[in-house]
């Protein structure tokens, strides 16, 4: 459905003015290689500035890759961008062309642009306004709409004259639960019923997980690993991750909490460790079993998950050598 190779783009270095620094050259997008198949759901995940909307915008004919290729549906996008309208639909992350327009007149146009007739556009229209439940704000300008509530606005504009690939750029930014789980089962529906195929930039890799048939995790304008999430999740199948909430302050005043200290990760009281099986046994048994436990709200033992194949990849620059596949 999808293939790309050698994908570059390097966005050129810019010379500062008025005293302000100047920025150095960044390679964006690095011989980026991908295979996505007809009728998948694909993840591209990666930490902020690791290429992943350059990448989109090079594969939906936005932008110009300095080398290499992209072809959809055997069209080469490369050499005629214009193509990429007739055989995708995305959701980039900025929303301001259909900002002026209500939430209906913004679906029903793209609907139009899309090549249906006046009547399958609004037909279309309301019934996508109605599978993501904003019927009610229809009448409503994108621009007075909250920032979750006009997401959801464009992701129904997407979906109005249906394209055989959706891509679609943290599509769930901002949204509340009922919102994001809205999008994730009209994404799931278009797969299941229609055979669409999905290319989903995503920081929400608890969300994604449920919805994701392969994923591509980005670093540094390449792509670092791609596999199952299930794939992904055996590289650090080893590790059990702990969890610890403290009432208050940790007692690292005692020996065996000032130990645990130095592998976790704190977030307020919160304390995240990633250890071996044994390890993590020891850890709980000495936090329970001695005068830690009186300090201690809550803990709990989890095998891994996506989110920690990611913070494993992303998160040391030491973790990345060690997962990337040969
Ligand atoms: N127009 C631009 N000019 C110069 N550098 C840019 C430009 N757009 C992006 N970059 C740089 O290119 C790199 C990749 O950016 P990109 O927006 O593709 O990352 P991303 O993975 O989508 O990040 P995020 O998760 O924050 O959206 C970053 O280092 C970024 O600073």
Redesign the pocket.
Known sequence: MCSVRGLRKT?PASRGRRGTPGTPA?R?TDEVRLDIARGEIFGLL?P???????LVRQLTGLMRPDAGSVEILGHDIVRHPERASRILAYLGQESTALDELTVSLAAETTGRLRGLSLKDARAERDDVLDELGIAAIAGRPLKKLSGGQRRLACFAAVLVGERPLLVLDEPTTGMDPVARRAVWAAVDRRRAERGATVLLVT?NVIEAETVLDRVAV?DQGRVIACDTPAGLKERVAGEVRVELVWRQEAPTELAEVARLREHAVESGRRWSLRLAPDEARRAVAAVTGGPAFDFLDDFTLATPSLEDVYLALGGSRSGVKGLVKA
């Open positions: 966005y960044v964006a990666g902020n500035g690791a290429g992943k909307s350059t920081h980005m």
